[in-house]
């Protein structure tokens, strides 16, 4: 974990929710201030020249994209806008292959994290509530064609040929990330995942094995009893959906830094375009390997 995700991640868990705010916003000021030093130094790109890298550097053999992206982790370097980037992608998939996007919702940040906003409203309206995960993947939920997974936390946008094969049945899975879920379907086939301007720390797909293997996994957990249970409706359209979100109840802490150590080397590669991170992993290749190590006892998570 490079510098900032350090500071990051100890300050958002020792500091309240206004102070992170604030801070953030400080920190994207700095960065406006700075950009024109920024692309001095690193020189600027546009969605062309990022698609020309793509088809050099990302291996093409996949049937699925999964892509976490973030136009302002490519600011100010990149000349674009998330719109762009969108149908750049869709473009670059083709007709014959998948383009998927997260499409999470972690809670309503007036009310707190997503147990106590759902406690206090048990209704997630698939349609009307937006993407966290940024504008670029709010954008491509919106996209005339795309198909959404029916999960009021883990949910998953794709379009293309396999796209509903891929999402359908995500409500009925006993966990966000596990079996029955868009992160096995894609387990299951060949799935590049891709960070733009995102760092490997952001890659959901390690979740399904701890998901998967549920007890199994090398890592404390509360017991079953123990365990959070809250209850949702799924509103997708007319229909309504009553489903109940069970924590896993892992008791460590995650940390995601020990992943490269976990790998061989070959299932997932990181690098940089004009300062912009970008990473390429397969999702197949990145499941074996952490249910390998979770065999030898060696996982993602860290005793508390």
């Not at 990473?279 to 990145?286: I, K």
Request: hydrophobic content about 40%; some cysteine; charged content about 25%.
């Amino acid at each position: 974990m490079n510098l900032l995700h350090q500071i990051s991640d100890r300050l958002v868990h020792a500091l309240p929710d206004e102070q992170i705010k604030r801070l953030r916003a400080a920190y994207f000021g700095l960065k406006r201030k700075a950009a024109p030093l920024s692309r001095w130094i690193h020189g600027t790109f546009g969605t062309e020249d990022l698609r020309r890298h793509l088809e050099q550097e990302v291996d093409p053999d996949f049937e699925i994209l999964m892509v976490h992206g973030s136009v302002n982790g490519m600011a100010p370097m990149y000349t674009g806008n998330a719109l762009e980037l969108v149908r750049m992608l869709i473009d670059y998939c083709g007709p014959e292959r998948t383009l998927a996007m997260p499409a999470f919702f972690f809670g309503d940040p007036k009310i707190g994290s997503v147990i106590e906003t759902f406690a206090h409203d048990a209704r997630f309206d698939l349609k009307r509530t937006p993407s966290q995960m940024g504008l670029f993947t709010e954008i491509f939920r919106r996209t005339k064609g795309a198909v959404q997974s029916r999960h009021p936390v883990y949910r998953v946008t794709a379009l293309g040929p396999l796209a509903e094969a891929m999402t359908a049945g995500h409500e009925l899975a006993s966990t966000p990330a596990g079996a029955g879920t868009p992160f096995e379907f894609m387990a299951a086939h060949r799935t590049r995942v891709l960070g733009i301007g995102k760092s490997y720390h952001v890659m959901t797909q390690v979740h399904h094995v701890d998901d998967l293997l549920g007890d199994d996994y090398p890592a404390e957990r509360t017991p079953q009893p123990e365990r959070t249970r809250t209850p949702v409706v799924v509103v997708d359209r007319g229909e309504e959906l009553p489903m109940v979100l069970t924590g896993g109840g892992i008791q460590w802490r995650f940390n995601i830094d020990k992943l490269p150590s976990l790998l061989t080397g070959d299932e997932m590669r990181f690098w940089k375009f004009h300062n912009v991170p970008l990473f390429q992993a397969d999702a197949s290749r990145v499941t074996r390997r952490l249910i390998e190590v979770a065999g030898q006892g060696l996982c993602l998570h860290d005793p508390q």
